[in-house]
């Protein structure tokens, strides 16, 4: 059995992962020690020589990671060195492809003796699909969450391994089954201060034209952590619609995805979570205008949202960047909360997407690869 592995995760879907990947991997392996850089999710975990970063690592776009410049390289040369000096049997990617991509590639060089192992496969596909074969350089195996993927790594040279989704096995088996609220909408800004300054007052402004047509409705707002939930309210607290209306509720967003009618949520992690809990939403995103403008260069798919990417067509509305106005989102959230047979409709190809995701326990799957591949080498 290896006596350590090393773990590297940088955004919050990213530390909920791994935390599920770690708890399997103790299963098999009660002694064996993780080290690394996550959340606070992997640290309670790892405990001791763990680095919870998350709150500066989780930043997005071009032009966010060069405002940052300085502090990922010294972070950088910090895990380089960490990796040295414990000498893992294995350094875990999680997702986070900006950083760990280039670690990998570091570690490669330098010829460390440890597995190189991703998890969550970074999406180059939708943007840079010549990539895969130096990754197939710098990794030893891939274990991907998405059906499609291991076909495409495969082809390239990388070996991979379809694990399923690892969201599929935290949702209740009620999820998307109890009923709903009608008068409920659901707001999803996103899980960084970035995306919830640039997010949620376009979010405010649709709610109040909702409420114009529908002043029975009530809103309430995901925030994924007590310093986001301070921010969501100092927001509310300098706009213009009835703070009675607006709930933030922290560390909940299940149960808004339960219950809420219809949900307005940030284009990442969530739009799939709101798939799997069958929640009728629209799908709206901003960043900063390098950062657009350097995205639409090479980005190479039609949808942003995944459970359109999955379905190769658009189930959800998408209203990105300048498209991203009020009235626009409004009109279609309407549309969702009066029209029954389009919710129908919605729901029924949610149900088709997430069926290809089931299975076994991803993160079972995922530890007994990780061991495999070890043992193997062994």
């Known amino acids: 059995m290896p006596d350590s592995l090393y773990f590297v995760a940088g955004e919050t879907s990213g530390d909920a992962h791994g935390a599920a990947l770690m708890a399997k991997l103790r299963e098999m392996a009660p002694a064996i020690a993780f080290r690394g850089r996550g959340g606070p999710r992997m640290q ?12 500066s690592a989780a930043v997005v776009g071009l032009w966010e990671v060069l405002k940052h410049y300085r502090f990922f390289r010294a972070a950088f040369a910090a895990t380089l060195r960490d990796i040295e000096q414990r000498a893992p049997a294995a350094v875990i990617l999680i997702d986070f492809p900006g950083f760990n991509l280039r670690l990998a590639r570091a570690l490669r060089g330098r010829a460390s003796p440890a597995k190189i192992i991703c998890y969550i496969s970074p999406q180059v596909w939708a943007w840079n699909r010549g990539r895969i074969p130096r990754m197939a350089r710098w990794l030893d195996l891939m274990l991907c969450i998405f059906p499609f993927e291991a076909e495409l790594y495969n082809q390239s040279g990388l070996r991979t391994i379809f694990v399923g989704h690892p969201m ?10 109890e009923q709903r609220d009608p008068a409920l909408f659901g707001l999803f800004p996103g899980s960084r201060e970035r995306e919830v300054r640039k997010l949620l007052p376009v979010m405010l402004r649709a709610a109040r034209r909702i409420l114009a047509r529908k002043p029975e409705a009530r809103f309430e707002i995901a925030a994924s952590s007590s310093v986001l939930a301070d921010k969501i309210e100092r927001i509310l607290a300098v706009s213009d619609v009835p703070s009675a209306k607006f709930q933030v509720r922290t560390g909940e967003a299940a149960a808004i995805f339960q219950k809420a009618w219809v949900g307005i949520v940030a284009s990442g992690t969530a739009t799939l979570e709101a798939a799997c809990f069958r929640m009728p939403f629209v799908l709206v995103y901003k960043v900063a205008w390098p950062t657009y403008v350097a995205a639409r260069a090479v980005v190479k798919i039609k949808f942003l949202g995944m459970p359109n990417v999955l379905a190769d067509k658009q189930i959800i509305p998408e209203f990105i960047q300048h498209a991203a106005r009020p009235e626009r989102i409004a009109a279609a959230v309407l549309h969702l909360a009066d029209d029954l047979a389009a919710r129908a409709l919605v729901v029924l190809q949610f149900d088709v997407i997430v069926s290809k995701l089931s299975g076994s326990s991803a993160s079972a799957a995922a530890a007994a690869a ?9």
């Not at 599929?168 to 089954?177: D, M, Q, T």
């Not at 990780?370 to 062994?378: D, S």
């Open 168 to 177: 599929i096995e935290r949702l209740p088996e009620s999820a998307g089954r």
């Open 370 to 378: 990780i061991m495999g591949e070890i043992n193997a080498e062994k």
């Open 44 to 55: 309670a975990i790892a405990e001791d020589g763990f680095v919870n970063w998350i709150d």
